[in-house]
């Protein structure tokens, strides 16, 4: 199966999807790496892996986010792409790249949902003085940061975690939990909770 991942920053997870895409430990093929900043490392990692389309799409050269989203549908159908992987795509996504793909896009988040949704959920965990926080994959829906949820794990947070310790030891788990899930969902052997878990 063709996939996709998108993009906004680092692109460590990004990374950890090639390995494993090297290791076999991801059965499929990286068809399309998408970003929305054109200084992303995520582009650099996709070029030094050879992925044969990697693309930037400014958010500046379209007078909406629907047609941000609609050049992005078409890319995808152009490229044959099956599954959408968001890999730190801080965008929100609008219906008409969702419901083109719906059931088809994946999201990793740094927390366990429905807590601490949102774009700095490391840093909220932090300050809220929880003992637990986590990651969470999960489909994409209309909603942001919100859809039935695929997989959880737990990162406990330390005595004297900064929020640079925190972040690491959930990007460690992130690496670990999105290229298993990912594969399951290529090879369709997902067991899925019908409940919407983070509603
Ligand atoms: C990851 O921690 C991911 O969970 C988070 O962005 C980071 C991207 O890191 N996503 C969100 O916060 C989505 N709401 P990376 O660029 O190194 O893969």
């Known amino acids: 199966m063709n996939f996709a991942v998108f993009a906004s920053g680092n692109g460590s997870n990004l990374q950890a999807i090639i390995d494993a895409l090297g290791q076999g430990a991801i059965k499929g093929s990286l068809g399309l790496v998408l970003s929305d900043k054109a200084d992303a490392y995520a582009l650099t990692r996709a070029r030094q892996a050879g992925v044969e389309h990697v693309v930037?799409?400014?958010?500046?050269?379209?007078a909406s986010r629907t047609a941000f989203d609609a050049a992005v549908v078409e890319i995808l159908k152009e490229r044959q792409i099956e599954l959408v992987v968001l890999a730190g795509f801080m965008r929100i996504l609008s219906p008409v790249l969702v419901r083109a793909y719906a059931g088809r896009i994946i999201n990793i988040h740094p927390a366990l949902l429905p807590a601490f949704k949102?774009?700095?959920?490391?840093?909220?965990?932090?300050a809220?003085?929880?003992?637990?926080t986590g990651v969470t994959v999960h489909?994409?829906?209309?909603?942001?940061?919100?859809?039935p949820v695929i997989a959880q794990v737990s990162v406990p947070v330390l005595e004297g975690d900064t929020l640079a310790s925190l972040a690491a030891r959930i990007h460690a788990a992130e690496h670990v939990l999105y290229p298993d899930v990912i594969n399951r969902v290529l090879q369709g052997t997902l067991d899925v909770p019908a409940q919407d878990a983070c509603a």
């Open 56 to 62: 930037f799409l400014d958010p500046r050269d379209f």
């Open 118 to 126: 949102g774009a700095h959920a490391v840093r909220d965990a932090l």
């Open 128 to 132: 809220a003085g929880v003992a637990t």
């Open 139 to 147: 489909f994409v829906d209309e909603e942001v940061d919100h859809g």
